[in-house]
């Protein structure tokens, strides 16, 4: 399985980014899609997360600003954020586990939020 996320870029305090991740290659396998940030000096923590049923996880730091969504027939997931703040700053990872809990990475799209 191949990620290839998109959408980053730079955005004033309170505005709003749809991310985007699109999977190639053995799809099928894929069970859960997730979204991973890593700040600068800081570890790499959840976001969120969907099953193939459409069933959503939030990390409490973006509860009520995030939405994750997921296309299955295009096999694309989305993350929705809304009313960013400069603590949002950080790398955005996709990432998709498979039904046998293998877990596959896309590159990473930066996300900076001016004050």
């Known amino acids: 399985v191949q990620l290839q996320a998109s959408g980053g870029g730079l955005v004033q305090a309170g505005g709003s980014l749809r991310l985007s991740c699109a999977a190639s290659?053995?799809?099928?396998?894929?069970?859960?899609f997730g979204w991973y940030r890593q700040a600068p000096g800081k570890e790499r923590e959840w976001v969120a997360t969907?099953?193939?049923?459409?069933?959503?996880n939030y990390a409490d730091s973006v509860k009520g600003r995030v939405t994750i969504s997921r296309d299955n027939p295009k096999n694309t997931m989305y993350l929705q954020m809304n009313n960013l703040t400069p603590d949002d700053t950080a790398v955005y990872y996709c990432?998709?586990?498979?039904?046998?809990?293998?877990?596959?990475w896309g590159q990473g799209t930066q996300v900076t939020v001016s004050s």
């Open positions: 990432n998709a586990r498979a039904w046998t809990a293998t877990s596959y």
């Open positions: 969907i099953n193939r049923s459409g069933n959503t």
């Open positions: 290659g053995t799809t099928f396998s894929i069970n859960i």
